[in-house]
């Protein structure tokens, strides 16, 4: 099979080398084809009866479940009703909490709703300016920007990254530094008189409140906190007249002060009157294959399907009686917390289409944590670091060998349809969800194991929610083109949202006041620079795919840090050579580049790579108070020479 | 319950009480203004004055503020005297208790002794007003119109300020300072002859090295030159004297303002002083950043929360807001380029405005002057403030931004660069495709892959077939 980048809606056709070489991780050579109990070898009865009866030894709430961004509608739909029907645990989180979890706090509170672009991703063609703050997607989603050739480009990034080299303005701001910058933009609007007064005042709340915080950021200040040149700053503002979007992404989110930070850049988005108007507006860019999806049907914490509120009684009651049970479980632990508690409260963890042992913050800890568990049981396609570790292993389907829907960055579900039928012995996540559930007692038909029956019972469960997809049919996504929400099945679904009123019951959009705290952990006399880390266009999330595939392996075959030569050269290091970076949770190892447009104070480090390569080790997880976003972005290190 | 009193509702005295409410929402806690408004911010009223911001846009707290935070607020009010023994203040006629007083009074304007700005009285003559407060800012934009001589006192940093914003204005003004260059403090004579040159085509002209020696209303300044400005506003910024009345009368130890220590205490502990009116020896006053940091330190310590925190000192940037004019000065300017015990860098380039100066010990900025170079002031600001190693590429350090590389021609890049790095297709691919036979754009896509990523690659793919195409003999 090969892949082409023909008809690759929304986008104009293209493929990056992940897309082109993804066929390859069909018959990629490590393909798990048999269940494993302690590494060896075991039929799917086998497994599937070893895990329940363990299962059963224990109270719900010892029982945790870990989900992923990259699971289908179905399988996080499914998921979500199996760990609160079947396992009756309320200890359900996926990696999304690591990912989006900022932007969607921010969104809630400024618009009500919140749905990664409120507009279709073809509308970024007729803006005048775009601006990115903590995106790079000219490697992480590079057909994203031929959206972009129309408009003039601003990108903020503590690194000149690609995408910053195809920029029309580069701001640089220090690592966590992200919020200090977006108000000193609120401010520098106002005194250039770039503040739509009519938008605020129709269709915004709390301006005044969220001014006050920004009076306090004057160009100045802000460009001895960032960085960021006072002329920089009125030149970005400049550029943001017109038909503007303000996009963020990880690199502004993942901080303990996440939340705050997107209000702070919807904050600006809102006084430049961009949201809720035609061809403007405020979105955060997806992190993962269903990052947008997998958010909105019930494998969060705190939600249940349809994007609805687990505390909301009259949500609970809709989806009790959709579900048929009499009793759900409340709220449970977030990503970081709920891994944290492994081996303490939590006895048993069941993995999905996740890999924390390279992804998640501290990650040393967090392994000794999984290592302490009595059962941990992962289900994936290959054997992930993760996997690696576990009690039992399931092999199950992937990309091209099942049927289902993803729900991309603008909100729009797209089918995906099975091209190929998978090895022997490997099965969907949906069988496995039902083999647990029935021998955990659960009548067959409530764990259906065909997508389109899961999708059918999901379309009731959303109705009447937030993302609500009860008039969409796997027939209608054959030819429409279609955005939640679409509340019945002559409904054309919603491109744009937000344009006659936003979704609080005033149909304002709210100012939320917000001020500038820094990084939980600035550097010192011992750690004296700022790391922070992302990814590079060869690998997808933990590498765990990618790197089983040759072609992007060469390219990029292991761990690296970019600094800058000055940065280098003083801690005795050379181009080449090996460096070990050092924190306060932990070391890792990673080959020097040297970089002449770092700032001299930041190291960037992917975190693809897994063993001694691994950048998690360092990372801080110290959690955002709403979002509970660990700060991936930013902490202190010191480097050696290996 | 403890009370703390605050007297001085500026910058710094709102700051503390922000800084006490956010660590503890108990603490009894008053304050005391003499003005009638919210505290508003100090620094914004160049802003006011240059017409960008309106006089409610700079309030730091709205009305609601004391009530929605539980601080009893007294507006309007001055301190009478402080008992010291019965830890009271008097206000009117009412005696308020503390266990802790801080002191947050400010400076006052200091008016040149030129004969005529005050009225017998003590009060500014007519048509002269100082540039300190909201209520002077309300009257500086009153009177000043287009086309109006207008003088300011003061070539320093405020002065300055105001000139650019009632130059703004359309007002024609005048600077008159004393000494002969703008900013002596902060600036070396290079850096204040360009910083003049640029502010005289924004319309502001400079009477350098004179007095003004007398004053009349309606007509203008006599300067000691013998000569004459004329001036329906004189508006005076010639610096500012820390407020130590009540603290001189409550017989604390005064210098230039009132002496206290790291933990901003005075010679009495019960009595604390910030901001302008406090003399630490690690700060000079008039910015507020050195406030602010020491309202932090104030409430770390008042509320308990970190009873050991201590006031080390605040590094200053003088940073000049005016519009078009891009200043940043720091640390110790005043060092010769040729002196021997610093490495100094200096740039001079007049007619576009620009000026750079830099002093280096020890790898590390100890002082620099930057006008006209925006983004090497953002850059070097922060090397200053953290104390890092300046880059060794000091041209770079100057342009503020590492130096692009040239871009280089198809014909100089190794075989090994990476030229579409969506598909990683390095220029040697993309050659020996094309001499197997693809010889178009579409045709290379077609068999490396390149351009069909992001698209970012494509014109250097497209000078890759022109340079192949030229200089290389075509397939057969």
């Given at each position: 099979m090969t892949v082409t980048g023909q008809r690759v809606l929304p986008g104009p056709g293209g493929l990056c080398q992940k897309g082109w070489t993804s066929a390859q991780l069909l018959n990629t050579p490590g393909r798990l084809t048999t269940p494993l109990i302690h590494g060896e070898p075991a039929s799917w009865d086998e497994a599937l009866d070893f895990v329940a009866t363990k299962i059963k030894e224990y109270e719900p709430d010892q029982v945790a479940v870990f989900g992923g961004g990259g699971l289908t509608n179905e399988k996080a739909y499914l998921l979500g009703k199996f760990a609160r029907v079947a396992l009756k645990t309320s200890q359900i989180d996926y990696n999304g909490r690591f990912c989006m979890s900022s932007a969607a706090a921010a969104g809630n509170k400024a618009f009500g709703l919140d749905r990664g672009m409120p507009f279709p991703l073809a509308d970024l063609r007729n803006a005048d300016a775009v601006l990115l703050a903590g995106s790079n997607p000219a490697e992480t989603m590079p057909p994203f920007m031929k959206h972009l050739t129309n408009a003039q480009l601003i990108v903020v990034d503590p690194r000149?990254?690609?995408?910053?080299?195809?920029?029309?303005?580069?701001?640089?701001?220090?690592?966590?530094?992200?919020?200090?910058?977006?108000?000193?933009?609120?401010?520098?609007?106002?005194?250039?008189?770039?503040?739509?007064?009519?938008?605020?005042?129709?269709?915004?709340?709390?301006?005044?409140?969220?001014?006050?915080?920004?009076?306090?950021?004057?160009?100045?200040?802000?460009?001895?906190?960032?960085?960021?040149?006072?002329?920089?700053?009125?030149?970005?503002?400049?550029?943001?007249?017109?038909?503007?979007?303000?996009?963020?992404?990880?690199?502004?989110?993942?901080?303990?002060?996440?939340?705050?930070?997107?209000?702070?850049?919807?904050?600006?988005?809102?006084?430049?009157?961009?949201?809720?108007?035609?061809?403007?507006?405020?979105?955060?860019?997806?992190?993962?294959?269903?990052?947008?999806?997998?958010?909105?049907?019930?494998?969060?914490?705190?939600?249940?399907?349809?994007?609805?509120?687990?505390?909301?009684?009259?949500?609970?009651?809709?989806?009790?009686?959709?579900?048929?049970?009499?009793?759900?479980?409340?709220?449970?632990?977030?990503?970081?917390?709920?891994?944290?508690?492994?081996?303490?409260?939590?006895?048993?963890?069941?993995?999905?289409?996740?890999?924390?042992?390279?992804?998640?913050?501290?990650?040393?800890?967090?392994?000794?944590?999984?290592?302490?568990?009595?059962?941990?049981?992962?289900?994936?396609?290959?054997?992930?670091?993760?996997?690696?570790?576990?009690?039992?292993v399931f092999p199950v389907t992937q990309w091209a060998e099942e049927d289902g829907t993803m729900t991309n960055l603008e909100g729009r579900i797209q089918r995906r349809t099975k091209a190929l039928s998978a090895p022997e012995g490997v099965r969907s996540d949906l069988e496995l969800i039902n083999g647990l559930a029935t021998r955990l007692g659960q009548p067959e038909e409530r764990f259906p194991t065909e997508p389109e029956d899961v999708f059918t019972e999901l379309r009731r469960a959303s109705q009447g929610g937030a993302a609500d997809y009860s008039g969409i049919t796997y027939a209608r996504l054959e030819t429409e083109e279609l955005h939640w929400p679409v509340p019945s099945e002559d409904h054309p679904g919603t491109p744009r949202l937000f344009l006659d009123r936003f979704a609080h019951p005033d149909g304002k959009a709210r100012f939320v006041a917000v001020d500038h705290r820094g990084p939980a952990e600035p550097p010192d006399d011992e750690f004296p620079l700022y790391a922070t880390t992302g990814r590079v266009l060869q690998h997808y999330q933990s590498g765990a795919q990618t790197r089983r595939i040759q072609e992007l392996n060469q390219a990029v075959p292991e761990a690296f840090v970019e600094i800058h030569p000055d940065t280098a050269h003083r801690a005795g290091l050379e181009a080449g050579g090996t460096a070990k970076v050092v924190s306060r949770r932990g070391e890792m190892q990673a080959k020097v580049r040297c970089v002449s447009s770092m700032r001299p104070d930041v190291v960037f480090l992917p975190f693809h790579f897994p063993g001694d390569g691994r950048a998690n080790v360092l990372t801080n997880p110290a959690l955002d108070p709403t979002s509970r976003m660990p700060e991936f972005k930013v902490c202190a290190v010191r480097l050696e020479p290996a | 319950?403890?009370?703390?009193?605050?007297?001085?509702?500026?910058?710094?005295?709102?700051?503390?009480?922000?800084?006490?409410?956010?660590?503890?929402?108990?603490?009894?806690?008053?304050?005391?203004?003499?003005?009638?408004?919210?505290?508003?911010?100090?620094?914004?009223?160049?802003?006011?004055?240059?017409g960008t911001m309106t006089p409610e846009s700079v309030s730091l707290h709205d009305e609601q503020w004391a009530h929605d935070h539980g601080i009893d607020l007294r507006l309007g009010t001055t301190v009478r005297s402080i008992d010291r023994k019965a830890r009271t203040i008097t206000i009117d006629d009412e005696e308020i208790p503390y266990d802790a007083l801080v002191l947050a009074t400010g400076s006052k304007p200091w008016v040149p002794p030129t004969e005529g700005l005050l009225d017998p009285d003590g009060t500014m003559a007519p048509g002269v007003v100082a540039f300190r407060s909201l209520d002077d800012c309300a009257r500086i934009v009153e009177k000043a119109g287009p086309g109006m001589p207008v003088a300011v006192l003061g070539g320093g940093l405020l002065g300055i300020e105001a000139a650019r914003g009632l130059a703004g204005r359309g007002c024609l003004v005048t600077v008159v300072h004393p000494v002969g260059h703008l900013m002596e403090r902060q600036l070396d004579a290079g850096a204040g002859r360009v910083l003049a040159r640029t502010l005289g085509t924004l319309g502001i002209e400079f009477r350098l090295g004179v007095l003004a020696t007398k004053y009349l209303a309606g007509d203008g300044l006599a300067l000691d030159d013998g000569s004459h400005v004329p001036a329906e506003l004189v508006v005076v910024s010639a610096g500012v004297r820390a407020d130590t009345r009540l603290a001189e009368e409550a017989g604390l130890t005064i210098d230039r303002g009132i002496v206290v220590d790291d933990a901003l205490r005075t010679s009495d502990p019960r009595i604390h002083a910030i901001g302008d009116c406090a003399q630490h020896p690690g700060t000079v006053s008039g910015l507020v950043q050195p406030a602010w940091d020491q309202a932090s330190v104030l409430a770390d310590r008042l509320t308990g929360s970190a009873p050991g925190s201590r006031y080390k000192g605040t590094s200053v940037i003088t940073r000049l807001k005016a519009r078009d004019v891009d200043l940043a000065a720091l640390g110790d300017v005043h060092v010769d380029v040729d002196c021997p015990e610093s490495e100094v860098l200096c740039f001079t380039d007049p007619v576009r405005g620009r000026y750079a100066k830099l002093v280096l010990r020890d790898d590390k900025v100890t002082g620099a002057i930057l006008l006209g170079a925006p983004d090497a002031a953002a850059t070097i600001t922060q090397l200053y403030d953290r104390g890092q190693p300046a880059p060794t590429d000091r041209l770079a350090l100057l342009l503020g931004r590492a130096l692009p590389g040239e871009a280089a021609s198809p014909a100089d890049l190794p075989a090994s660069a990476v030229v579409c790095r969506c598909n990683t297709v390095s220029k040697g691919q993309i050659v020996s495709a094309w001499r197997a036979g693809a010889e178009t754009v579409s045709a290379l896509a077609e068999v490396t892959r390149a351009t069909t990523g992001c698209g970012g690659c494509k014109d250097a793919v497209c000078g890759l077939v022109d340079w192949l195409e030229a200089s290389q003999p075509r397939s057969a």
């Open positions: 000149r990254t690609a995408t910053a080299e195809m920029a029309a303005l580069h701001l640089q701001p220090a690592p966590g530094t992200d919020l200090a910058l977006a108000l000193g933009l609120l401010h520098t609007a106002f005194i250039n008189s770039a503040i739509d007064k009519q938008y605020v005042h129709e269709r915004t709340t709390g301006f005044d409140a969220a001014w006050r915080v920004a009076a306090a950021w004057w160009p100045e200040r802000v460009e001895r906190v960032t960085g960021v040149s006072v002329q920089d700053q009125r030149a970005a503002v400049e550029l943001l007249r017109g038909n503007a979007f303000i996009l963020s992404g990880r690199g502004t989110e993942q901080h303990a002060s996440g939340t705050d930070t997107v209000s702070a850049w919807i904050n600006l988005a809102l006084a430049l009157g961009l949201p809720g108007r035609k061809y403007s507006g405020y979105g955060c860019l997806t992190g993962q294959g269903n990052g947008q999806g997998g958010r909105e049907h019930g494998q969060k914490a705190d939600q249940l399907p349809g994007y609805r509120k687990i505390d909301d009684p009259a949500a609970r009651e809709h989806i009790k009686q959709v579900w048929g049970v009499d009793d759900l479980p409340g709220p449970g632990r977030s990503a970081y917390e709920l891994l944290d508690a492994l081996g303490q409260d939590i006895k048993t963890l069941l993995v999905f289409g996740s890999n924390p042992v390279v992804s998640a913050p501290r990650a040393k800890h967090i392994t000794k944590r999984l290592e302490s568990l009595d059962l941990l049981v992962v289900a994936d396609f290959v054997l992930s670091e993760t996997a690696a570790m576990a009690d039992v | 319950m403890r009370r703390v009193v605050i007297v001085g509702y500026g910058m710094a005295g709102a700051r503390l009480a922000d800084e006490i409410r956010r660590r503890d929402k108990e603490m009894h806690v008053t304050v005391v203004g003499d003005e009638q408004h919210a505290a508003y911010n100090r620094v914004l009223l160049s802003t006011v004055v240059a």
